[in-house]
């Protein structure tokens, strides 16, 4: 990896955040037809938990990035059976 100066780490990071802030991938969610209302699970806590698992675990089923939302919101073991948070 190459070496960045603090400039460019800074113009990288506020053009990600502009990118992927939460007000444009949720609309991005509504105007798809995926979330017409928003609830707990908005369509940028769900992007960001897909994301995160993709990047940081060995993700073997959809059940993984579910397991991945629910431990970033807090939510620990749902039920006896499931596997706990890493």
């Not at 444009?24 to 928003?38: E, H, K, M, P, S």
């Amino acid at each position: 990896m190459s070496n960045l100066s603090t400039a460019e780490f800074i113009r990288i990071r506020s053009t990600l955040a502009q990118a992927l802030s939460a007000n444009d991938v949720n609309y991005l969610g509504r105007t798809a037809g995926q979330a017409a209302r928003l609830r707990p699970v908005t369509p940028h806590r769900l992007f960001f938990a897909v994301v995160f698992t993709l990047a940081g675990a060995k993700v073997e089923s959809l059940a993984d990035s579910l397991r991945a939302f629910n431990c970033q919101r807090g939510g620990g073991r749902s039920s006896t059976w499931s596997r706990p948070c890493r």
